[in-house]
């Protein structure tokens, strides 16, 4: 049971999650709320100002930047980093 569970805690952490809007754009911060990876709006407002949240392969600040679809994003949490994709 415990390979199992590693398998899945494994597989969760390095593939690109989907996260599907229904408007022309979503903004960072909300992203990451929506990313299901349990992190409030505070928290996620402080990965973008320290710097631990990269748009399309980029380091971004900006909380209120405008995502679309096929946009990424990667939030790095300890020694683990966490890609999305919109879509």
Do not use: M, P
Not at 27 to 55: P, R
């Amino acid at each position: 049971i415990n390979l199992i569970l590693y398998i899945i805690y494994k597989r969760w952490f390095f593939v690109t999650k989907k996260i599907k809007i229904h408007t022309e754009f979503i903004k960072l911060d909300q992203a990451i709320k929506l990313a299901d990876i349990g992190l409030s709006g505070g928290t996620a407002k402080v990965l973008i100002q320290e710097g631990k949240v990269k748009v399309n392969g980029e380091v971004c600040l900006q909380r209120g930047k405008k995502l679309h679809v096929n946009d990424t994003f990667e939030v790095s949490l300890d020694d683990e980093n966490l890609s999305f994709e919109i879509c």
